[in-house]
């Protein structure tokens, strides 16, 4: 089962805007990551984020965790054309597999 | 480093037919993964391999076979293949650390319809 799930299913935005976008999971996680997959293509890592960290910065990507409320959210700033990609969440629960959500797809308007 | 590799990278299957899907990484990653997508499903676990000789049962594995040839190659068989299995399939890889995860490399996917 699915245990990350994202919000907003799809968002549009104007080239130079911020995009955000949610994931929830429903059990205790060592890490949660963000994975962008452009059309047709593979997923690619983002940042990882570890349970004990509250924030983390990757460039334009702000992600924050709060495990109180067992969510996450992705910041995008500024955003680019290049950034239209659907993102996905991914948690793992102390094994060896990582839970994908159904994604959150990002179109950026010029 | 080509990173993770597959192939094929389209296939058409008729209802019954088997086939096997490849899968290799130049990367040194212990683990090994199988997934399928399907329209505004995520990523599902088929199968997954921890470490070579070793493998389990993901979410969804029924249906398929995997085997994980040597540490670097990695693949999954239709032994009879169902409409429901039509699918865009990726293998990824990794290098846990310990009991937790690092980041998954994926290869570019393989897509696949069952007629």
């Known amino acids: 089962s699915q245990q990350g799930e994202e919000d907003p299913q799809a968002l549009s935005i104007q080239e130079g805007e911020n995009a955000t976008m949610n994931c929830s999971y429903k059990?205790?996680?060592?890490?949660l990551q963000w994975y962008r997959q452009n059309s047709g293509r593979g997923l690619v890592h983002l940042i990882l984020?570890?349970?004990?960290?509250r924030e983390k910065h990757s460039g334009r990507l702000r992600v924050t965790l709060d495990t109180s409320k067992k969510s996450s959210s992705l910041l995008i700033t500024a955003s680019r054309a290049a950034d239209t990609a659907s993102y996905f969440c991914?948690?793992?629960?102390?094994?060896?597999?990582?839970?994908f959500g159904a994604g959150t797809t990002v179109t950026v308007r010029a | 480093n080509a990173g993770v590799t597959q192939t094929p990278k389209f296939q058409v299957l008729k209802t019954g037919q088997s086939m096997t899907l490849q899968c290799a990484q130049d990367?040194?990653?212990?683990?090994m993964y199988w997934y399928r997508q399907d329209p505004g499903m995520g990523l599902r676990l088929i199968y997954y391999s921890a470490s070579e000789g070793t493998t389990d049962k993901g979410e969804v594995p029924n249906g398929y076979n995997v085997s994980r040839l040597n540490k670097r190659e990695f693949s999954l068989r239709l032994e009879s293949a169902a409409p429901s299995q039509t699918s865009v399939y990726f293998c990824a890889s990794s290098e846990p650390s310990g009991r937790a995860y690092n980041e998954q490399f994926f290869g570019p996917g393989t897509r696949l319809t069952v007629l």
């Open positions: 984020i570890r349970s004990n960290e």
């Open positions: 059990t205790s996680i060592n890490n």
């Open positions: 990367m040194n990653h212990n683990s």
């Open positions: 991914a948690t793992d629960s102390n094994d060896y597999k990582l839970s």
